[in-house]
């Protein structure tokens, strides 16, 4: 039962463009969600977080917004970069406790 | 933050032996660390829960006595696959988490690659 699902494995994205990546949860016990990038062998790396009490969190060229409601959140990265290809991985918290439950990743390309 | 470095980075290994990876929190002391796999275009999967001075807490579907974890020190955690069979190559990396202030997120490891003959 995958609690947390990235719908779309790919996406490429002109440099320059804006890059929407979603993501889906089905558990509404969930209070806290991240994103996390990773590159090929290699660890994920934190991106940024929101808390289930909130819409939105903005940190530079990332943006992540929350709607409750559709259990739905997403991750917008304007203006993308090259650099910003890897795979991003959206991740959830329930309530009170440390571990995650991640989605399946989506592999985003900024095309030159 | 917390770094967090792994050993090996990859290992290749004959079917039927037991390969161990360390897991080790540079500049935090971790009383949590949890352990993950991913296969090849697939999601991070918790495996476990490591945790320091008691014992692990496993993930429905894992086999305790195949991944053996020790959470031997705040700054170690190390797990054994057992009897490896070429079914256990795989991704496995470690995590710590920290709890801050304002947000509440996990710090990984770089992996370590298994591969199994």
């Known amino acids: 039962d995958q609690q947390v699902k990235q719908n779309s494995p790919s996406l490429s994205v002109q440099e320059g463009r804006i890059s929407i990546l979603n993501c889906d949860y089905t558990?509404?016990?969930?209070?806290?969600f991240l994103w996390y990038k990773k590159y090929p062998a290699e660890g994920p790396t934190f991106l940024i977080s929101i808390s289930s009490i909130k819409d939105k969190n903005e940190d530079g060229r990332f943006t992540v917004f929350l709607n409750k409601s559709a259990k739905h959140l997403s991750l917008h990265i304007v203006p993308s970069q090259p650099g910003d290809s890897a795979v991003y991985f959206c991740?959830?918290?329930?309530?009170?406790?440390?571990?995650?439950?991640f989605g399946q990743g989506t592999r985003l390309t900024i095309n030159p | 933050g917390a770094v967090v470095s792994q050993h090996p980075s990859w290992v290749i290994c004959k079917s039927g032996t037991s390969v161990k990876i360390e897991c080790r929190s540079l500049d935090f002391q971790a009383t949590t660390m949890f352990w993950y796999r991913q296969f090849p275009k697939q999601s991070l999967m918790l495996m476990a829960t490591?945790?320091?001075?008691?014992?692990?807490?496993?993930e429905q579907g894992v086999e305790k006595d195949k991944f053996l974890i020790n959470h031997a020190s705040l700054t170690l955690s190390t797990l054994t696959v057992t009897s490896a069979h070429p079914e256990d190559s795989s991704f496995y990396i470690c995590?710590?988490?920290?709890?801050?202030?304002?947000?509440?997120?996990?710090?990984f490891g770089p992996g370590t690659r298994l591969t199994v003959l």
């Open positions: 558990n509404s016990m969930f209070d806290y």
């Open positions: 490591s945790n320091e001075g008691s014992k692990a807490t496993y």
């Open positions: 991740a959830a918290r329930f309530q009170g406790a440390q571990k995650l439950v």
């Open positions: 995590s710590v988490p920290v709890a801050a202030v304002t947000y509440n997120e996990q710090f």
